[in-house]
């Protein structure tokens, strides 16, 4: 079950980042997330995407200098 809860919360915050949201799925999501796990699962997308945006960058700079 513990499984199911955070892929839930992976899901909304994903689709979050984009801003794509149906307000039938918020309004599920709200009910059944808690703001603790929201909030944890923004802060480890947001640092997984600045990481991978530096990795890019840092790629690019290496392959074509």
């Given at each position: ?26 309004d599920t999501d709200a009910q059944s997330l808690t703001p603790v796990q929201v909030v944890i699962a923004g802060l480890i997308g ?20």
């Open positions: 079950m513990a499984e199911k809860s955070n892929l839930k919360v992976v899901l909304a915050v994903f689709w979050s980042f984009f801003g794509v949201r149906k307000r039938r799925d918020y947001g640092v997984v995407f600045v990481s991978t945006m530096l990795l890019v960058v840092y790629l690019a700079m290496q392959f074509l200098t």
